[in-house]
């Protein structure tokens, strides 16, 4: 059948006399679903033949004669097999396809071309390249440029999915693929699907085995839009596709389109629950060809990441059985492989699945035989990290699979180079081996397999998964007190934070182009687990002078002004760490550490300013910062902070007793602490039940301090300070 705005564009050419370039625009090839060449093109159709289908309506056509051409109109199909496809022209520059269903204009990246001979070449570019002669090579180029609309195009683009939705929907593909298409401005894609896929759908419920044959050909282009399988869906086409039996083309497909209608996730659901779906499967699994039982596996894995459905799949479907067996198969294919692995990685998600599944599979030596064989397709391996991934974030199963062996397979598909392992891979390796280290007794383990140093390397990737996952593992291990030594001594580990989170920071207000998208700084997940490492790495006496020197405090300082509540509050706990070193209690400050500590301080939450005060606290023991904090303006945040109905915590409140203890004791401080208006407040802790003792002890000191100093002590007295009673002690003045 040839499509109204193929035969009007034909009626104009032929008119202008271009007779030879209409009849190459209506050869007839032979050529299957599959685009494979099957066949010699048949002879030329004639056009004064199909004239009279200017007038007919295309959609009423087309559907008449779905696989049954009547009398009067046998001789546009007249010695064709089912195979047989109608070549499609248009009004307009023509778009090519050639005998395999590759698109040949400037529409595709790269097309495959099949000759007669079935010699296969390589369009690319606006090139040619294949096994013939060059001179053959040359010749079939040559024949390629002189189709209708062909051009050696430098570049290529991409031909619009829509247009071959829209033709195929126009032809119904009654006879296979098409020789050459082009979306017309008569007719649009919404209107076409409209019509087409209920009454497509219809014909799957009621039609013969032809009619259904082809009516699947059809769908089957449909599937790449998620729109167009939400409509297959609505008209109800699950119950009929469950229900062909034909010839093996039919039987694969119809699995194939179910698999396809089974993706999109407001499916998944409702067709897993409705009961149906899962009994067919079974039976494909049992018997039917590989490519069919790979179709139904597949339409598991869809099923199976439904939210809803993980539970009760895994316990009460009975997918599981046949799977593993097939799985354990010395036959089974990668493909294969790789989908089931797939259905247990989706069911391992569910926190109910984890340790059942873990036995039921028995799938930790099937994992070490996966990573140990180089014949194994990187993505087998890749869903098979993923199962690792969700069953090891279950305490039960972590030390089962670290004895198991799997670390240090985990651990190689992290190092750079490894051909199996694609960067998803690295993110679940590196997630597995996190969740196995918060086991206290597997940490040195790790440590000894050498997972420090590929750490390092991970932490330079722009993946912000493997970051955050490296950090994670890397805090984890830090938990253990006696590994944070071994930590910040392995070379270019505190530089690869810097250079991590500087470069994340330098980039938070910048365009990040589409070749860097993967490593946009927006996401802080990477940021929060680094610096959640570093708070581990700091809290040890031997680790905190080396951290410092490594030159960090600046990366830490620019965290400050521009991240998440976490990670600031990770960051504050850091740089409070250090901050109780002696060595660090200058150079922190002369750094510049006090001004975004102040913020934090004034504006922060509850635990920022905790935190805050506290870094202060640390600073202020040291006789030299005193007067620069002074300076820098610190009064009247720690006012703010003790002050009636501040909402302080009790340890904030002692922390800023304790700075105002510690900075009242240098001679000559007391005196812009009181020009500040401290006194009232540090009372109202000396006097505040609410307080600990260790605050109202650090006030009365403060207090003490000031008043030593006889003028500050009558500025004392006209404030209403006669005596301090604290409970266990009075002093009068």
């Known amino acids: ?221 449909f599937v790449h839009e998620k729109q167009y399988l939400l409509r297959m869906y609505k008209y109800g086409i699950v119950p009929p ?54 179709y139904a596996i597949g339409v598991m894995h869809n099923l199976s990441m439904g939210a809803e459905n993980k539970v009760h799949m895994y316990h009460k479907s009975g997918v599981l059985p046949p799977l593993i067996r097939i799985q354990r198969d010395k036959e089974a294919s990668e493909e294969t492989k790789e989908r089931i692995f797939g259905v247990f990685l989706n069911l391992s998600i569910a926190p109910e699945n984890k340790v059942h599944l873990l036995i039921a599979t028995n799938i930790l030596p099937h994992a070490v035989k996966c990573y140990q064989a180089q014949a194994s397709t990187a993505e087998v391996v890749e869903n098979m990290t993923g199962l690792m991934y969700y069953l090891t974030d279950c305490d039960t199963n972590k030390p089962i699979a670290f004895e198991a062996g799997i670390a240090p397979l985990l651990l190689q598909l992290c190092v750079k180079g490894n051909r199996q392992s694609s960067e998803t891979t690295k993110e679940y390796a590196v997630g597995a081996l996190w969740h196995m280290a918060s086991v206290s007794s597997i940490r040195s383990k790790l440590v000894a397999l050498g997972t420090i140093p590929v750490l390092v390397e991970l932490l330079k990737l722009c993946n912000d998964t493997i970051r955050r996952n490296s950090s994670g593992l890397l805090g984890e291990i830090a938990q253990s007190p006696e590994l944070r030594p071994t930590l910040v001594q392995t070379p270019g580990l505190c530089a690869a934070f810097i250079s991590m989170l500087s470069r994340a920071m330098n980039h938070s207000f910048s365009q990040v182009s589409p070749a860097l998208s993967y490593c946009n700084p927006s996401h802080d997940g990477f940021k929060e687990e680094a610096t959640r490492a570093l708070v581990s790495l700091t809290d040890h006496s031997d680790t905190r002078k080396p951290v410092y020197q490594s030159g960090i405090v600046a990366c830490l300082i620019q965290t400050l002004t521009s991240s998440t509540e976490t990670t600031m509050e990770n960051t504050l706990q850091v740089l409070y760490n250090l901050s109780i070193a002696g060595a660090n209690k200058v150079p922190m400050l002369q750094a510049g550490v006090i001004p975004p500590v102040l913020d934090l301080v004034g504006h922060g939450t509850l635990l920022s300013r905790e935190l805050g005060a506290g870094i202060l606290s640390n600073l202020s023991r040291t006789r030299d910062n005193k007067l620069p904090m002074i300076r820098a303006g610190v009064l009247p945040y720690l006012i703010s902070c003790i002050s009636p109905g501040s909402g302080s915590t009790p340890q904030t409140v002692q922390q800023v007793a304790g700075c105002f203890m510690r900075l009242s004791d240098e001679d000559g401080v007391e005196v812009p602490v009181v020009e500040a208006g401290a006194i009232p407040h540090i009372m109202h802790v000396v006097r505040g039940v609410e307080n600990s003792n260790l605050a109202r002890e650090f006030a009365t000191e403060a207090m003490y301090n000031i008043c030593v100093n006889p003028q500050m002590r009558e500025e004392a007295k006209k404030c209403g300070v006669e005596r301090l009673d604290i409970g266990w002690t009075s002093t009068d003045w």
Not at 256 to 280: A, C, D, F, H, W
């Open 241 to 294: 596709l469950l229900a062909i039996k034909g010839n093996s083309f039919v039987y694969e497909n119809s699995v194939r389109l179910l698999m396809n209608i089974s993706n999109p996730p407001e499916i998944k659901i409702s067709m897993y629950q409705s009961g149906t779906v899962i009994p067919v499967l079974l039976q494909l699994l049992k018997s039917c060809s590989e490519r069919a039982r790979n």
């Open 1 to 221: 059948m040839i499509p109204k705005y193929g035969l009007v564009n034909a009626a104009r050419e032929m008119h202008q006399g271009h007779t030879q370039r209409t009849r190459e625009t209506f050869h007839l090839y032979n050529t299957n679903m599959n685009f494979h060449n099957r066949g010699k093109p048949v002879p030329v159709m004639k056009h004064e033949d199909h004239s009279h289908l200017l007038h007919h309506s295309l959609l009423d056509f087309q559907f008449a004669h779905v696989g049954h051409p009547t009398k009067e109109h046998h001789h546009i199909n007249s010695g064709f097999d089912e195979s047989s496809v109608t070549v499609v022209g248009s009004a307009g520059s023509m778009t090519g396809m050639d005998d395999d269903g590759s698109v040949l204009t400037n529409d595709l990246d790269t097309s495959s071309v099949v000759t007669e001979g079935g010699t296969r070449y390589t369009w690319s570019n606006g090139n040619l390249t294949g096994a013939g002669s060059p001179h053959a090579v040359a010749s079939r180029k040559q024949e390629i440029l002189a189709l209708p609309g062909i051009s050696a195009a430098k570049s290529p683009n991409k031909v619009s999915r829509d247009k071959v939705t829209l033709v195929s929907a126009q032809n119904i593909l009654e006879r296979g693929s098409i020789k050459y298409f082009t979306s017309p401005s008569d007719h649009s894609i919404p209107e076409t699907v409209e019509h087409s896929i209920p009454r497509l759908v219809g014909i799957l419920k009621e039609g013969t085995a032809l009619e259904k044959e082809n009516a699947i050909k059809s769908l089957l282009f």
